[in-house]
């Protein structure tokens, strides 16, 4: 038996009431209150908040039985048993609809009450522990599936890498390969080979390989486990490879780019690696399209009367680090609009929608204050705050 249990009797007859009241006290039950109407239990349920609600389903007033034990199940998750004198199917089809624990016909004896209170109280127990366990499993399986969607998302980020670092490979492959065939067809032609010999043949060889060798590094760095896990980002390693596998696209080898970004102090900012170079990546490739935009018939040939630059500058202190990527020579925003608030052609596949999608859904994910600055003509700054976690101010090279 529930020794002690609280039951809260709605009874509008006040003799059948006090009989109910006796017997419960004589079953070891505590009556805390007593209501006649519907509007009354339901207020004294908020203010006693008892294990139990003995409820006669015709009470007088503009709240019936029903609509009560409907209130106080939604509101407080109270049981409640009806007690009823009528057993008519229309009286039983509306109180069904409320989902009560269990029925009492009057008149009723102690063992009739006693068994339908123990059996309400023990159904309640187990449906509340289910619920909690239910709640347990939908949160678990929610926070799996946010994982393992996290995961895939991560994995594709990290194949995407792959297949462009190893589509820039193959193009630095195919070049040196080309420069060295041209030195075997040419080996017995004295004057061809003093021209390969010359300077420039001999530098592209030598930056040839020496990419190769930064994209293996790369691809080496992709593959470690935190390379897509939010940690402690250094933001002079992220922007020197984004600027690295930005120069190394050959649609951007006509754009120069000088890398001031102070590797001492070293700033560390929490973020995914992976996600920190696609931000970078999408600021250049924005810029390279309002470049593109401005000079339209530009190439590697082109004459102009000033060439465009990236300057890519920054610092900080122990609370804030800004990362600086100025074009010179023309307003990009006066070309083209926000990328953050440019309405993108979501069915477009062009460079330029690509970009500002990227950079919003980016700068919408990660801690980053981003803010575009135009200089009167001078050019355009791009202003990346993040919040600082760490400063390392002496770095040592081995």
Same mark, same amino acid.
């Given at each position: 038996?529930? *020794?002690?249990?609280?039951?809260?009797?709605?009874?509008?007859?006040?003799?059948?009431?006090?009989?109910?009241?006796?017997?419960?006290?004589?079953?070891?039950?505590?009556?805390?209150? =007593?209501?006649?109407?519907?509007?009354?239990?339901?207020?004294?349920?908020?203010?006693?908040?008892?294990?139990?609600?003995?409820?006669?389903?015709?009470?007088?007033?503009?709240?019936?039985?029903?609509?009560?034990?409907?209130?106080?199940?939604?509101?407080?998750?109270?049981?409640?048993?009806?007690?009823?004198?009528?057993?008519?199917?229309?009286?039983?089809?509306?109180?069904?609809?409320?989902?009560?624990?269990?029925?009492?016909?009057?008149?009723?004896?102690?063992?009739?009450?006693?068994?339908?209170?123990?059996?309400?109280?023990?159904?309640?127990?187990?449906?509340?522990?289910?619920?909690?366990?239910?709640?347990?499993?939908?949160?678990?399986?929610?926070?799996?599936? !946010?994982?393992? *969607?996290?995961?895939?998302?991560?994995?594709?980020?990290? !194949?995407?890498?792959?297949?462009?670092? !190893?589509?820039?490979?193959?193009?630095?492959?195919?070049?040196?390969?080309?420069?060295?065939?041209?030195?075997?067809?040419?080996?017995?032609?004295?004057?061809?080979?003093?021209?390969?010999?010359?300077?420039?043949?001999?530098?592209?060889?030598?930056?040839?390989?020496?990419?190769?060798?930064?994209?293996?590094?790369?691809?080496? *760095?992709?593959?470690?486990?935190?390379?897509?896990?939010? =940690?402690?980002?250094?933001?002079?390693?992220?922007?020197?490879?984004?600027?690295?596998?930005?120069?190394?696209?050959?649609?951007?080898?006509?754009?120069?780019?000088?890398?001031?970004?102070?590797?001492?102090?070293?700033?560390?900012?929490?973020?995914?690696?992976?996600?920190?170079?696609?931000?970078?990546?999408?600021?250049?490739?924005?810029?390279?399209?309002?470049?593109?935009?401005?000079?339209?018939?530009?190439?590697?040939?082109?004459?102009?009367?000033?060439?465009?630059?990236?300057?890519?500058?920054?610092?900080?202190?122990?609370?804030?680090?800004?990362?600086?990527?100025?074009?010179?020579?023309?307003?990009?925003?006066?070309?083209?609009?926000?990328?953050?608030?440019?309405?993108?052609?979501?069915?477009?596949?062009?460079?330029?929608?690509?970009?500002?999608?990227?950079?919003?859904?980016?700068?919408?994910?990660?801690?980053?204050?981003?803010?575009?600055?135009? !200089?009167?003509?001078?050019?355009?700054?791009?202003?990346?705050?993040?919040?600082?976690?760490?400063?390392?101010?002496?770095?040592?090279?081995?």
């Amino acid at each position: 038996m529930t *020794k002690g249990i609280s039951i809260l009797v709605v009874e509008d007859e006040t003799i059948v009431a006090l009989e109910i009241e006796s017997r419960l006290t004589k079953l070891g039950y505590r009556v805390v209150s =007593t209501a006649t109407s519907g509007e009354e239990a339901v207020e004294k349920a908020e203010h006693y908040k008892p294990g139990l609600v003995l409820m006669d389903i015709n009470l007088e007033g503009d709240m019936d039985g029903t609509e009560a034990a409907e209130a106080i199940r939604d509101k407080y998750n109270i049981p409640v048993i009806y007690l009823t004198a009528y057993s008519d199917d229309e009286t039983l089809k509306r109180a069904k609809i409320t989902e009560p624990f269990a029925y009492i016909l009057k008149p009723f004896g102690e063992r009739d009450l006693y068994t339908a209170i123990e059996t309400a109280l023990y159904r309640h127990k187990v449906e509340t522990e289910l619920e909690l366990h239910r709640n347990h499993l939908e949160k678990l399986v929610e926070s799996r599936n !946010s994982e393992l *969607k996290l995961l895939l998302r991560q994995q594709t980020e990290v !194949s995407d890498r792959y297949n462009a670092c !190893s589509v820039l490979l193959r193009n630095h492959i195919s070049s040196t390969e080309n420069l060295i065939r041209g030195i075997r067809e040419n080996r017995d032609d004295c004057g061809a080979l003093k021209e390969i010999a010359s300077g420039k043949v001999i530098d592209n060889v030598g930056r040839g390989i020496g990419n190769i060798s930064e994209i293996f590094s790369l691809l080496q *760095k992709i593959s470690r486990p935190g390379y897509i896990r939010e =940690t402690e980002v250094d933001l002079y390693e992220q922007v020197r490879n984004s600027v690295l596998l930005f120069t190394m696209e050959g649609r951007n080898a006509w754009i120069r780019v000088e890398n001031d970004f102070p590797d001492s102090p070293r700033f560390f900012v929490k973020g995914v690696r992976l996600d920190m170079q696609s931000l970078f990546l999408s600021v250049l490739n924005f810029i390279r399209e309002g470049i593109l935009k401005h000079y339209e018939d530009i190439t590697e040939e082109s004459e102009v009367e000033a060439e465009p630059y990236i300057l890519i500058t920054g610092g900080g202190s122990d609370e804030t680090v800004n990362v600086r990527i100025f074009c010179s020579g023309i307003n990009i925003s006066s070309e083209k609009t926000d990328p953050l608030t440019e309405p993108v052609n979501e069915v477009s596949h062009s460079v330029s929608d690509i970009s500002c999608y990227s950079l919003r859904e980016l700068v919408g994910k990660m801690n980053v204050n981003f803010r575009i600055d135009d !200089s009167d003509g001078a050019g355009t700054a791009f202003n990346l705050n993040f919040s600082c976690l760490g400063v390392l101010k002496e770095v040592v090279y081995e």
